[in-house]
C-alpha cells in the first residue's frame, strides 16, 4: 500500500521569505501523480500544484513550485515570497492514474501546518 | 468551485443514534468519495463510489455505509454514531480535466460531534 509521509507537523516562515514543505511516499508504481493541498482556516480543501511521475520537469504554479525527486521518492512545495494569505495546513498526496485500473483515490500525509510572520 | 455541497455543514449527535451525511453536486461528476479528517491523521478515505449504486470502501469504512442511488447524491450513514466517529467529513469529486487528468475537487466539509 502507498504510504506519504510529511515528517514536518509544523513550520514557520517570514513574510517574503521561501519556504519548503516536505514529502516523501513509497510506493512500487512507476506511473502516478503528486498533489499538493491547501487548507485554509476556513477547512476548504484547495488544489496547489499537481505533478505527473511521468515527467522531469518541475511543476510551478506561480509563488509555488516543487522539487519532485522520484528515485528519492520525494516531492517537496516550495512557497516564494510568502505571503499572510499562505498560513493553512499543507497536505501532500498521493494517486496512481484512472487507467492502471486504480480506483482513483488519494492517499494524504499527516500536514504541515505553515505560519506566516509578519 | 466544483458544484458541491454537503448538509448539515455541522451537526451534535448523541451516541448510538443514527447519522446521515448527505453529499450533493450539480455537474454529473462519475466519482465521488467520502474522507474524515481527524488531527494527526489528514484525511483518510472512507468509501467511494464508481458509479450509481457502485461503490467500494475505503481504508476506514468500518461503521459506515454508503449509498447512491442517483448521480448527484452520494450519502454516508453511520448506523449507530460513537465518539471515535467525531470528526469532520469532506466529500469529494473526480474531475476529469482537457489535459486528460482526474483532479480531485472538494466539497466545504461537515463537522459531527457526538457526545
Known amino acids: 500500500a502507498q504510504t506519504v509521509t510529511q515528517s514536518q507537523p509544523e513550520m514557520s516562515v517570514q513574510e517574503a521569505e521561501t519556504v519548503t514543505l516536505s514529502c516523501t511516499y513509497d510506493?512500487?508504481?512507476?506511473?502516478?501523480?503528486l498533489f499538493w493541498y491547501k487548507q485554509p482556516p476556513s477547512r476548504q480543501m484547495i488544489l496547489v500544484i499537481r505533478?505527473?511521475?511521468?515527467?522531469?520537469q518541475n511543476a510551478t504554479e506561480n509563488r509555488f513550485s516543487v522539487n519532485f525527486q522520484k528515485a528519492a521518492k520525494s516531492f517537496s512545495l516550495k512557497i516564494s515570497d510568502s505571503q499572510l494569505g499562505d498560513a493553512a495546513m499543507y497536505f501532500c498526496a498521493y494517486r496512481t492514474p484512472l487507467s492502471q485500473g486504480g480506483s482513483e483515490k488519494l492517499v494524504f500525509g499527516k500536514g504541515t501546518k505553515l505560519t506566516v510572520n509578519p | 468551485d466544483a458544484g458541491i455541497t454537503q448538509s448539515p455543514r455541522h451537526k451534535v449527535t448523541e451516541t448510538g443514534t443514527p447519522v446521515t451525511l448527505r453529499c450533493h453536486q450539480t455537474e454529473n461528476h462519475r466519482y465521488m468519495y467520502w474522507y474524515r479528517q481527524d488531527p494527526g491523521h489528514g484525511l483518510r478515505l472512507i468509501h467511494y463510489s464508481y458509479g450509481v449504486k457502485d461503490t467500494d470502501k475505503g481504508e476506514v469504512s468500518d461503521g459506515y455505509s454508503v449509498s447512491r442511488s442517483k448521480t448527484e447524491d452520494f450519502l454516508l450513514t453511520l448506523e449507530s454514531a460513537t465518539s471515535s466517529q467525531t470528526s469532520v467529513y469532506f466529500c469529494?469529486?473526480?474531475?476529469?480535466?482537457?489535459?486528460?487528468?482526474?483532479?480531485?475537487?472538494f466539497g466545504p466539509g461537515t463537522r459531527l460531534t457526538v457526545t
Open positions: 505533478q505527473e511521475a511521468y515527467k522531469q
Open positions: 510506493t512500487s508504481e512507476s506511473d502516478y501523480y
Open positions: 469529494a469529486i473526480s474531475d476529469r480535466l482537457t489535459s486528460g487528468i482526474y483532479e480531485q475537487y
